[in-house]
């Protein structure tokens, strides 16, 4: 299994940012997917989750309004549209994968994602 995340980049505070996450060696509609993001010197943190189907999605509050997450599951791909980005969004940002859409929204509270990615680092200058 592996997870590609790309896209992310340097932008000023106010600016927008997509990043992508390809995904292959397994079904990818079987999996909820999550993004997650790690600033230096601070845990890794949910930010958001998409279930198998993309009906169903939940935010972090510091994201809700924001940051948009969404999938093709032709394309085995999961995306997290990210506007009005404020330097507290400077993180390198992480996919996961697992079949358990609980397991991504309870992170932290319970097991860790199957599969995650490498990160794409995303830096937002004030």
């Known amino acids: 299994v592996q997870l590609q995340a790309c896209g992310g980049g340097l932008v000023q505070a106010g600016g927008s940012l997509s990043v992508s996450c390809a995904a292959s060696?397994?079904?990818?509609?079987?999996?909820?997917m999550g993004w997650f993001r790690q600033a230096p010197g601070k845990e890794r943190e949910f930010v958001a989750a998409?279930?198998?189907?993309?009906?169903?999605?939940n935010y972090a509050d510091s994201v809700k309004g924001r940051f948009t997450i969404s999938r093709e599951n032709a394309k085995s791909t999961v995306y997290l549209q990210m506007n009005s980005l404020k330097y507290e969004d400077t993180a390198v940002y992480y996919c996961a994968a697992d079949w358990s859409y609980q397991t991504i929204i309870n992170y932290r509270a319970g097991p860790s994602p199957n599969w995650w990615g490498q990160g794409t680092q995303v830096t937002v200058s004030s």
């Open positions: 060696g397994l079904t990818f509609s079987s999996y909820a």
């Open positions: 998409i279930s198998k189907s993309g009906s169903i999605t």
